[in-house]
């Protein structure tokens, strides 16, 4: 297969601009006759499904909640980086972007992530412009943090709510746009098919969720901002209709899914109670800024954990990690945890979680500087846990947050399928190898706001207006095909319920292809991902009936594609022999058990090709060239 | 004129017809108040008084006629607030409970409102010279008069204690409804809200008691 | 974390699509673990009715962290259920006794339809914030984030309206099903920061008559609202709303 990364020319610091200035215009006037499908209304899509409208295109977004408001991007807390230097404390846009590369352990492409740092001031411009309120000093400036293991002030923010405000103002853009009649608005809708006709996407299938119809729309390009795959872990912090469905339809239809064992696992979330849990509730990362991790020295401790004295504390982080002490990236205090613990020294009822301890905080800054800081942090965490933070220090462990691989995609966020393009989360293309804090909500804004918009123009450009309507027998072939799937999956009626089954394949995927991961595991969980994938489809009871609200069918469709999209995680894990940011392959550690990267066999895009239900998918690669920075190891020593 | 009819038929302009009205009778029922304060004085107090109200001629037939426009005015939109706010809800809850807010005098504003408009048609036909002839007699007299029955007695004090309990909520939900509503002066107004409802309720509240049982 | 269980009962709204009438639905379940959330409860609920061949309990949820706004029942006769300042998805059995009858029913209001069960269309709040609730500025003409300073009291009152996640309870609250409290949220953040205020005088009017138009009912300040609020939105964002209404209906010229 030929690849092009479509990268353009001329020195790093002019690419942008060059490509720009070469790229192919779509007369204003023709604008309105192109029509756009935009799947997903989080960052990434409301602000493109927005943007893209005011350029004039005939857009339609759609999204799998009730309300593009409810995008999952809503729960992010933290903050939005940005290279704007106001606290002038010596960023810029070269170090935000050294520093996402860096943090991204050299998987990422340099071109895609200078692109990224450039337009993130941007952001902040068109964010407050939007009345997005984010946090002030006195004087009425916009007020920074420094945020997840990055040593200069760049993360904006608005409460413990940044997500949230972000996403309000993308979706107060699209709103504008939907009541102007720019954008035709369809919630409650999942993405079931993408249509080609001939290799060019032309449309997609949705189900409509409450009446279970199977909806056809065609476009001159379709555009998936559909997120991430981290519930094929089963729990997660994500929301509950997130799924992988419509990067795999793409990916079944043939376009690459590159990187995709390159999931980000946070550190701070509220550990498990019981069998029941549905999910994981995540806590910024912002709180390792006041609080300090330890676990008891002695493994048999069982005293209360202010009972015990600092002299049997293991504060392991800022032990191993003079410089960066607790906010060494999410990986290695994620990775740190997990040792921790399986070291036996983890603490609460399941062994399995370390203490995030505030006393030494609310000490030097007092009760209420920390409770203004954290203090809906704190609350959350007393009503999940029945524990108060402000008294006993707060118990975390890791949780599946974020993935970094997705569809491959080019400059243009193109995928190998022409006129099929993918942004934010569902691409691979930012993060590399790990996602540095506060730089999600940058990607999704990034590409939705400022990207997408001058990229899609050349190919539109270059096909003209397309004459494919939904009557094309394409269309009615993906939607008969669709319909059918659900039929099979109804008439199945087996003995384990379709969470039963995804909790079964959740506790593969955490044990083996999560924080650290071995070539023995990896092959063990491939044999247990076929077999859950067997028994679903002999022994699935999914209930309920086609042609109503079916959650569990719904449902059952998404695990379907996390039963094949699993074996495809666990095949990229062992094949990429190496370690690397939050790959951690435990053959691959330096002698300080830090990721041990391959440059020599593996700085590369990991591609991976369809062939067929059950059949190993075809392994394609992309070279990563670094002309700009070198490569180093990490070292957060 | 569009603008004036866009403005006060929407739901925030009704309100504010029904808190500029009640804004109005508050002012009412203090001057009413503070005159009645008179029988207290005695008859010839009481009907001197009477005497300065009618003998302001054409000023008080204008009176009467604005406070009968507003009247009207807050009694209509407050019968299409209800209905409206009844619509709302065409399926109503099996279950009932209030997280919270909800007072006994908010909750019933319209029944109140409307045991109010029927004790004003009352109180009209007892004493208003439209209703009663008062030619050889003294207000005092038609007054003390009708308060020598037990049940007009008790009607009355009654009636006050819903006038008290319409006021309650009415008086610091006006603030809000005209936008007056300021963490600095809130604290204040709900206070002289309560104030003003028991001052309201026991002023009026006591003169039949007064008149029956005392004078 | 001690382990009980205990054994409820719901009284739970059914109902099969949005034009069905529907009707109250009983279902003993035992052995609920007290650390579940009300949600889990429902899921294991929904599990046991899979199995039974039986159609499950439709109810809206995504984030599970309260942030989303997504989820919403009235329990026992209150949005959201006992807890204040939370969201459904957050209230734990452990607020629960052995032996309650709990009763789970939709928001009721004439503008948000019962799709299914507990799930009501909300589309009305985004059709309100699409009549004016945002700011008209395109991408790419954004001056610098700087160039307008924000005294930080504003910024943090705008915050706190902003804070709204659009669930509905404040109408499911109300005595009389009205939108009061979301419009004011919304009104009140960009009324607040001088980016909104070109746009503040349309606005009011405009998202005040979609509001109207959608089928709310009218406010009657009992103040529920505020109560039911997950985010805890202040009802002076309706004392702004009504100011910033009736300035824009008298002051304002026609454009």
């Excluded at chain 1, 909806?215 to 981290?230: C, K, N, P, S």
């Excluded at chain 2, 610091?172 to 309201?200: C, D, E, R």
């Excluded at chain 3, 503040?200 to 406010?219: I, P, S």
């Amino acid at each position: 297969m030929q690849l092009d990364g479509k990268i353009p020319a001329g020195p790093l610091r002019d690419k942008w601009d060059n490509y720009r200035f070469k790229a192919k215009l779509v007369n204003p006037a023709n604008k309105r006759k192109y029509k756009l499908i935009v799947v997903g209304s989080g960052l990434a899509g409301g602000a493109a499904a927005a943007t893209l409208a005011e350029l004039g295109y005939d857009v339609e977004c759609f999204c799998i909640q009730d309300s593009p408001r409810r995008a999952h991007s809503i729960a992010a807390q933290g903050g939005i980086n940005a290279a704007k230097n106001y606290p002038n404390d010596g960023d810029s846009i070269w170090r935000l972007f050294y520093d996402t590369i860096k943090g991204g352990d050299f998987r990422a492409r340099e071109a895609n992530v200078y692109r990224l740092a450039q337009v993130s001031n941007n952001i902040i411009d068109q964010c407050a412009a939007q009345g997005v309120p984010f946090a002030r000093e006195y004087g009425g400036m916009l007020s920074n943090r420094s945020f997840g293991g990055a040593q200069v002030s760049r993360t904006f923010y608005a409460r413990g709510q940044t997500g949230q405000q972000l996403l309000l103002g993308a979706y107060s853009a699209l709103s504008r746009q939907i009541g102007a009649g720019k954008v035709k608005m369809h919630t409650r809708r999942e993405l079931v098919d993408i249509v080609l006709v001939g290799d060019r996407a032309r449309g997609i299938i949705a189900r409509n969720l409450v009446t279970g119809e199977m909806e056809r729309f065609a476009a001159d390009a379709v555009i998936l901002a559909t997120g991430g795959y981290g519930t094929v872990f089963y729990l997660s912090t994500n929301a509950d209709s997130c799924n992988v469905g419509a990067a795999f339809k793409a990916y079944k239809r043939g376009a690459l899914f590159a990187n995709p064992c390159f999931t980000q696992i946070h550190p701070t979330c509220i550990p498990q109670g019981g069998d029941y849990q549905a999910k994981l509730t995540l806590m910024s990362e912002s709180l390792r800024n006041d609080g300090r991790i330890w676990v008891p020295k002695d493994p048999s401790d069982t005293r209360a954990p202010r009972d015990i004295p600092e002299s049997d504390r293991s504060y392991y982080l800022e032990e191993k990690y003079p410089s960066f002490g607790n906010l060494v990236p999410r990986d290695v205090a994620s990775r740190n945890a997990k040792e921790q613990c399986d070291a036996g020294l983890g603490v609460g009822p399941t062994g399995y979680a370390v203490y995030l301890d505030f006393a030494d905080a609310i000490k030097r800054d007092g009760r209420d500087v920390i409770a203004r800081k954290y203090g809906n942090l704190f609350d959350m965490y007393h009503n999940i846990s029945d524990d108060d933070p402000y008294e006993t220090p707060m118990m975390i462990y890791p949780a599946s947050h974020y993935t970094m691989g997705g569809l491959w995609v080019d400059y243009e966020l193109q995928t190998t399928i022409p006129g099929l393009f993918a942004l934010g989360e569902a691409n691979f293309s930012d993060h590399g190898a790990n996602r540095l804090g506060a730089s999600a909500l940058m990607q999704g804004l990034a590409d939705g706001y400022f990207v997408i918009p001058y990229t899609i123009g050349p190919f539109l450009a270059d096909q003209g207006v397309s004459e494919v309507g939904v009557e094309h027998q394409a269309f009615a072939d993906a939607a008969a095909e669709a319909a059918e799937n659900d039929r099979k999956l109804l008439a199945i009626e087996g003995r384990r319920t379709v969470r039963d089954l995804h909790r079964a394949l959740g506790k593969v995927m955490v044990d083996e292809v999560g924080m650290a991961r071995n070539e023995a595991g990896l092959k063990k969980a491939i044999g247990a991902i076929q077999a859950l994938r067997e028994e679903f489809w002999q022994n699935v009871k999914v209930g309920g009936e086609q042609g109503n609200f079916n959650l569990a069918l719904q449902k059952a469709g998404r695990l379907a594609d996390y039963l094949e999209f699993a074996e495809v995680m666990a095949l990229d894990a062992l094949t990429r022999d190496e370690s690397c940011g939050c790959h951690l392959r435990e053959e691959h550690q330096t002698e300080e058990h830090e990721a041990q990267r391959n440059d020599e066999d593996f700085c590369h895009v990991a591609m991976w090709e369809y062939t067929g239900f059950g059949s190993a998918p075809e392994f394609h690669k992309e070279p990563l060239v670094f002309e700009n920075v070198e490569l180093s190891q990490r070292s957060y020593k | 004129m569009k603008w004036l009819t866009t403005t006060l038929g929407s739901s925030i302009g009704k309100k504010l017809l029904m808190a500029v009205t009640g804004l109005s009778f508050i002012g009412f029922l203090a001057g009413h108040l503070a005159g009645n304060l008179t029988i207290y004085g005695g008859a010839d107090a009481f009907n001197g008084y009477a005497e300065h109200l009618h003998a302001l001629g054409p000023f008080l037939a204008v009176a009467e006629f604005g406070l009968l426009g507003l009247f009207v005015i807050h009694v209509l939109v407050g019968l299409v607030l209800f209905w409206q706010n009844f619509k709302a809800r065409p399926v109503r809850y099996a279950v009932n409970r209030s997280p919270g807010g909800k007072t006994i005098g908010s909750a019933s504003m319209p029944y109140t409102g409307i045991l109010i408009l029927l004790f004003i048609l009352f109180h009209l036909s007892n004493f208003s010279r439209f209703f009663v002839d008062q030619s050889g007699t003294t207000i005092y007299q038609i007054v003390s008069q009708a308060f020598q029955s037990p049940v007009y007695v008790g009607l009355y004090v009654l009636a006050m204690l819903v006038v008290g309990l319409h006021v309650s909520h009415g008086f610091w939900s006006l603030f809000q409804t005209i936008g007056l509503n300021h963490p600095k002066y809130m604290p204040a107004i709900t206070v002289v809200g309560l104030v003003v409802s028991v001052v309201f309720a026991l002023g009026f509240g006591f003169l039949p008691i007064y008149i029956a049982f005392i004078a | 974390m001690s382990t009980d269980t205990i054994n409820i009962t719901l009284k739970v709204w059914r109902q099969k699509n949005a034009a069905d009438k529907g009707r109250f639905e009983t279902i003993p379940v035992s052995g609920v673990d007290s650390h579940m959330s009300f949600l889990e409860m429902l899921d294991t609920v929904n599990e046991k009715l899979i199995l039974e061949g039986k159609d499950p309990i439709a109810f809206d949820n995504d984030c599970r962290e309260g942030i989303c706004g997504t989820c919403g029942c009235v329990v026992d006769g209150i949005p959201h259920g006992p807890n204040k300042a939370m969201t459904l998805c957050q209230l734990h059995m452990r607020k629960f006794d052995e032996g309650d009858v709990i009763a789970v029913e939709p928001w009721r209001s004439r503008a948000f339809k019962v799709l299914k069960d507990l799930m009501v269309d909300r589309g009305a709040f985004d059709r309100i914030i699409q009549s004016g609730g945002y700011v008209s500025v395109n991408t790419g003409s954004a001056p610098d984030a700087n160039a307008l300073p924000i005294p930080m009291a504003v910024a943090e009152k705008a915050m706190d309206a902003a804070a709204c996640i659009g669930c509905g309870a404040c109408v499911a609250a109300c005595p009389n099903a009205s939108a009061m409290l979301f419009v004011s949220a919304k009104v009140s953040q960009l009324a607040l920061l001088p980016q909104g205020r070109p746009e503040a005088a349309e606005r009011a009017l405009k998202m005040v008559a979609t509001m109207d138009r959608e089928g709310f009912g009218n406010c009657s300040n009992h103040r529920s609202c505020e109560a039911a609020c997950p985010k805890e939105i202040s009802i002076v964002n309706i004392a702004r709303l009504n100011r910033e209404f009736f300035k824009a209906g008298v002051l304002s010229e026609p454009i």
